[in-house]
Antibody, heavy 117, light 110 residues
Framework: EVQLVESGGGLVQPGRSLRLSCAASGFTFDDYAMHWVRQAPGKGLEWVSGISWNSVSIGYADSVKGRFTISRDNAKNSLYLQMDSLRAEDTALYYC??????????WGQGTLVTVSS | QSALTQPPSASGSPGQSVTISCTGSSSDVGGNNYVSWYQQHPGKVPKLMIYEVNKRPSGVPDRFSGSKSGNTASLTVSGLQAEDEADYYCVSYAGSNNYVFGTGTKVTVL
């Protein structure tokens, strides 16, 4: 059974940093691209960032480019999102998602990030 | 990376059909066949309903169907049921490991 478990969310002040993690199990992690998708409270889904199986291809939404860094450790079956210079508008539930053939086929339950002073 | 445009809401009576549009550009929706649709009930994780424009994952009822014409993709839910009431999002691959989501549509079953 595929499982994606996010962690690392919490309350952080504007301008500070936070690192999210996603622990994957139930599939061959290093065969698949992985992505982060977020959802602000009461708002729609927004793609944040994605990384190919071998970390060669990486993409970011314009809204986070230059502030967020995605990475993965295939030996640990883990995905990460380093979030720097956080802003109030980054407040959201952050989902980790597995991608197969350009579709998000499995999602985690999400971890909540709140940016506030 | 502008969000794909969806109508904010759509509705229909049980048994009727509802169609949701998803309009992008030649850089995303119109440029490939990697359009997918997700259903999200309140407080729940999004669920894949349609992929590659018109394919259904196993377990998704055949009441759900997808299509595309030019820069606009569509999701049709036929034979509406109460459990279909949810938010629906389209997503398109936009090249170079980038994706763009739609603005979301709230479907109400009257």
């Amino acid at each position: 059974e595929v499982q994606l478990v996010e962690s690392g969310g919490g309350l952080v002040q504007p301008g500070r940093s936070l690192r999210l993690s996603c622990a994957a199990s139930g599939f061959t992690f290093d065969d698949y691209a992985m992505h982060w998708v977020r959802q602000a409270p009461g708002k729609g889904l927004e793609w944040v960032s994605g990384i190919s199986w071998n970390s060669v291809s990486i993409g970011y939404a314009d809204s986070v480019k230059g502030r967020f860094t995605i990475s993965r450790d295939n030996a640990k079956n883990s995905l990460y999102l380093q979030m720097d210079s956080l802003r109030a508008e980054d407040t959201a539930l952050y989902y980790c998602a597995k991608v197969f053939s350009r579709r998000f086929d499995y999602w985690g339950q999400g971890t909540l990030v709140t940016v506030s002073s | 990376q502008s969000a794909l445009t969806q109508p904010p809401s759509a509705s229909g009576s049980p048994g009727q059909s509802v169609t949701i549009s998803c309009t992008g550009s030649s850089s995303d929706v119109g440029g490939n066949n990697y359009v997918s649709w997700y259903q999200q009930h309140p407080g729940k994780v999004p669920k894949l309903m349609i992929y590659e424009v018109n394919k259904r994952p196993s377990g998704v009822p055949d009441r759900f169907s997808g299509s595309k014409s030019g820069n606009t993709a569509s999701l049709t839910v036929s034979g509406l049921q109460a459990e279909d009431e949810a938010d629906y999002y389209c997503v398109s691959y936009a090249g170079s490991n980038n994706y763009v989501f739609g603005t979301g549509t709230k479907v109400t079953v009257l």
